[in-house]
């Protein structure tokens, strides 16, 4: 699978993209929208990633552009409750979108998700009349579900971005409630400090690495005396493996 990062800051967009190609997939990055529009013409990936955030043009305008030009499926990143925002971009021809700052897992089950609907309503034969070849599936993937229930008393809903404690909401900042989002992807792995910095792909990693263990901190404060979020080991951190989903 091959995917046109759409991204005015480079630094994400490589990162992103490094990332990417670790998971054996291809990536094109562009961080104008001149230079998105020749790579869709000339790399023609299978999915686009599309900030609406770009220096020399409107990003609505853009994925309307796209849209004109191909059928190659579009997901959006938006801001924290930027709902506007998303439903303009799915009225102008996007096909889904993601909240910043994202999961790695969660944007390639996205991706898997368009290129499948993309795939089944493809027409059932081809000019030709005959049928066309059956397209190779992507290896399974799980998405992690959207309502984690972890150790029996906190629940996060990372579609939302709500956390609930013995049934109560807690309101958590949004650097807190991205490392939760973290580690409640991963139940029962521990990731370095450095892994979960990487993993928010924040503007600022650089200071919150400096803050990370403080942060930590305060969020297992902010969720009780179960000291939910673990540390086995020093400069590490995991959650417990969830109970099973209501």
């Known amino acids: 699978m091959k995917l046109l990062v759409v991204e005015a800051n480079e630094r994400v967009s490589a990162a992103l993209g490094a990332a990417l190609e670790e998971q054996g997939l291809q990536a094109v990055c562009a961080s104008t929208g001149r230079a998105a529009l020749e790579l869709l013409d000339r790399a023609r990936p299978d999915v686009v990633l599309l900030d609406l955030v770009l220096p020399d043009c409107d990003g609505f305008g853009l994925c309307g552009a796209m849209r004109a030009a191909s059928t190659v499926p579009i997901l959006v990143t938006t801001a924290r409750g930027d709902h506007l925002s998303c439903v303009r971009a799915l009225d102008l021809g996007a096909d889904d979108h993601l909240v910043k700052p994202y999961n790695l897992a969660e944007l390639l089950a996205r991706a898997r998700a368009v290129l499948r609907r ?129």
């Not at 992507?138 to 150790?151: H, K, R, S």
């Not at 580690?183 to 924040?202: M, N």
Request: glycine share 6%; hydrophobic share 40%; no cysteine.
């Open 118 to 246: 993309g795939r089944l309503a493809e027409p059932a034969t081809t000019d030709s009349g005959t049928a066309p070849a059956a397209a190779v599936p992507d290896e399974p993937f799980e998405e992690p579900p959207t309502d984690l229930l972890l150790a029996g008393r906190v629940r996060v809903d990372l579609r939302e971005r709500a956390v609930l404690v013995d049934g109560a909401p807690t309101e958590l900042p949004d650097d807190e409630f991205d490392i939760l989002a973290v580690l409640a992807r991963r139940p029962g792995r521990t990731l370095r400090a450095d892994q979960i910095v990487e993993e928010i792909l924040h503007a600022h990693r650089a200071s919150l690495r400096t803050a990370l263990p403080t942060r930590i901190a305060s969020l297992s404060e902010r969720l009780g005396p179960s000291r939910l979020v673990e540390s086995p080991e020093d400069g590490s951190y995991r959650l417990p493996v969830p109970e099973p989903y209501a």
